[in-house]
């Protein structure tokens, strides 16, 4: 199986290497062979050809099983033009698999609970899945950069638009996703305001009474969806939503689980899928071997389950986590007194011994 690896910008680097250690590992136990293939995207791909989603990079996806992603960006970048952004990379990659469902699963573990903001008994077993539209509405409409209007004031714009066909194909795969978890769809939108919104309302509302009678859907404005996040966790399943407030949601719903380095995320359309880490780049600690490389350990995993169908491996890699969580081992931003502080690579060499035992 062909595997793309887009290590990108910061620390992207050590925790790819770090998830290919432990994909290694478990190719060796379940006897498959992973060939990879490493790409260019985001900054170093600006620093190296002069834009952020190479020709190559597209290409050695496309033809891939999988992709694997670490992240983009960083404070180099910050002046470049806005066409070539690193952003801009991971943006394109998303449009050119056609990447339109973005998945973001949180789960808060007994390990980390009492890392999180909120008080552990309010976070401890929530377990949510984010259902995120991820090719559509306002990150993909007209973008209309500053300029000077007809009264000579300087505007800039940004359309939010979806269409029926858009707003089916995400739903869908939320009420399915909920088939297999608790049953119940939260869809996110901001109806009282916008058209797009009521567009989105009325369509999946429709489709729940027409294919998913058996899911329960109920509907939550953004603001008010950002504040249940915080004060009742638990109560969500599946929240589904388009792609901004998806963005907005997933962060927020991030931090839960005690830290942003643990968590992983899924991006699937009809072709090549694309697994990443939900945190960014880390510029600050880059290259210090310090970062913690559970988050892309766990999307490699998701990889595993969804794109390459080892279904066994892909639990197998959970549960090697789990273990060596278990067995105290953290790294610098789970660390507290009584444990065992590792590095980046020593992490992903438990895990991988782990799998291997
Ligand atoms: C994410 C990121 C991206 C997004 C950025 C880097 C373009 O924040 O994956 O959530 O906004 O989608
Ligand atoms: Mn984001």
Not at 210 to 223: A, G, K, Q, R, S
């Amino acid at each position: 199986m062909k595997v793309t690896l887009l290590p990108g910008d910061g620390i992207g680097v050590e925790i790819i290497d770090a998830a290919v250690e432990v994909l290694e590992a478990v190719a060796t136990k379940f006897g498959f062979t992973l060939e990879f293939d490493k790409q260019l995207i985001g900054g170093c791909a600006i620093d190296a050809v002069g834009v952020p989603l190479p020709e190559a990079t597209v290409s050695s996806a496309k033809a891939a099983d999988a992709v694997l992603l670490g992240a983009v960006g960083g404070p180099k970048w910050d002046n470049v033009a806005p066409e070539i952004r690193p952003e801009k990379g991971l943006l394109g990659i998303r449009k050119a698999l056609g990447l339109y469902c973005n998945l973001r699963p949180m789960t808060v573990s007994n390990f980390t609970a009492h890392l999180s903001p909120l008080r552990p008994e309010q976070v401890a077993g929530a377990d949510l899945l984010i259902v995120r539209e991820l090719t559509g509405g306002i990150y993909f409409g007209k973008h209309d950069e500053a300029h000077l209007n007809a009264e000579g004031v300087e505007e800039a714009s940004d359309i939010e638009l979806y269409t029926v066909p858009e707003i089916k194909r995400i739903a869908r795969y939320a009420f399915a996703a909920a088939r297999q978890r608790r049953g119940k769809v939260t869809s996110v939108d901001k109806a009282n305001v916008l058209a797009s919104s009521r567009l989105w309302r009325r369509v999946v509302t429709q489709l729940q009474a027409e294919e998913y009678p058996d899911v329960e859907l109920n509907h939550f404005y953004v603001d008010n969806c950002a504040m249940q996040l915080v004060l009742n966790p638990k109560q969500f399943d599946v929240i589904l939503t388009n792609n901004i407030f998806g963005d907005i949601l997933s962060d927020e719903a991030s931090t839960l689980a005690g830290s942003i380095g643990l968590l992983p995320s899924a991006s699937l359309g009809d072709g090549t899928g694309m697994y990443e880490p939900i945190h960014g780049s880390a510029p600050d600690i880059a290259g210090q071997g310090i970062a913690n490389p559970t988050a892309t350990i766990l999307s490699a995993a998701m990889m595993l389950r969804y794109s390459l169908k080892q279904t066994e491996a892909a639990s197998a890699v959970e549960e090697a986590v789990n273990a060596v969580m278990e067995q105290g081992y953290r790294t610098k931003d789970l660390y507290s007194e009584g444990l065992q502080l590792v590095s980046t690579s020593e992490m992903a060499a438990l895990i991988a011994a782990e799998l291997l035992k």
